[in-house]
């Protein structure tokens, strides 16, 4: 599983991928917890 989240301020990007991590906890396939890669990216804010 792939949690993917974008923002454009380093603040809130910490609080996304705690939200990504949350989010991939309560995947389940057939009762099981496949594995899970949560990937973020902050975007210059110019």
């Known amino acids: ?12 990007g910490l609080d ?3 939200s990504a991590c949350v ?3 309560g995947m ?4 099981r917890q496949p594995p899970g890669l949560a990937v973020g990216t902050v975007l210059a804010d110019d």
């Open 16 to 18: 996304q991928m705690a």
């Open 28 to 31: 389940a396939v057939e009762g």
């Open 23 to 25: 989010q991939l906890r």
């Open 1 to 12: 599983m792939v949690e993917c989240k974008g923002t454009k301020g380093w603040s809130y």
